[in-house]
């Protein structure tokens, strides 16, 4: 068996069950129930500063 053909079943069986499983996988993850005030600090970015600017303590300036 050449290569090729070796690689091409690997990647139409095994490796296309491998990634369903890591996207299946994802979804559980970003879905549980410890994760929810992680994403919504995070979601909240945006507005964080929405009634004044933010402090003159970002990034250096260059000169």
Known sequence: ME???LLREFADSWML???FGFFVGMIIFVM???G???YK???DIPFRHED???A???P???A
């Open 36 to 38: 929810t005030k992680t």
């Open 56 to 58: 003159d303590g970002g």
């Open 52 to 54: 004044k600017p933010a």
């Open 17 to 19: 069950l491998l990634l």
């Open 60 to 62: 250096a300036k260059e």
């Open 41 to 43: 600090d995070v979601a």
């Open 3 to 5: 290569t090729y053909s």
């Open 32 to 34: 549980r129930p410890g």
